[in-house]
């Protein structure tokens, strides 16, 4: 069993599914807010690592899906600061086991706390066409 600090938006569905997935794998999950931690640029890009700059991004943010930011024309520094200001513009969740840190529900450490499952459950499971998820 591991201790896995999993930032999410509180009142998304799909990290409560994230959130029950791991917990039924036997693991102890402590849920922190995405938007609330006071984050740093060096805290962010702990979690991205090597992965592109344009794969740090959450594809559902009301910003990018409007067209305002276009992860594929952004550098990292300037990706970092958009962060920083808007954290709904981070993908997510942020997941953090014993230091080993990845954003997004798909990358390691994640599948090897589910013994190689759970990368259905990465995307939102809200259509396009219902409202968004309420707001925190």
Partial sequence: MA??????????????????ALETA???????SLLAE?????RLLAFFGATPTVSWFNPASPRIKAGE???AEIDA????????DDALLIRRPLIDVDGARCAGFDREPV???LGGEGSDLQGCTRPEAMPPCAEP
Avoid at 3 to 20: D, E, H, M, S
Avoid at 77 to 84: E, G
């Fill in 3 to 20: 201790t896995v600090l999993f930032y999410q938006k509180p009142g998304c569905g799909t990290n409560a599914r994230q959130i029950r």
């Fill in 26 to 32: 036997g693991h102890q999950v402590i849920a922190k």
């Fill in 38 to 42: 006071p984050w740093t640029a060096e």
């Fill in 69 to 71: 930011v276009k992860p």
């Fill in 77 to 84: 520094a300037n990706a970092i600061a958009l962060m920083l």
């Fill in 111 to 113: 599948p090897s706390l």
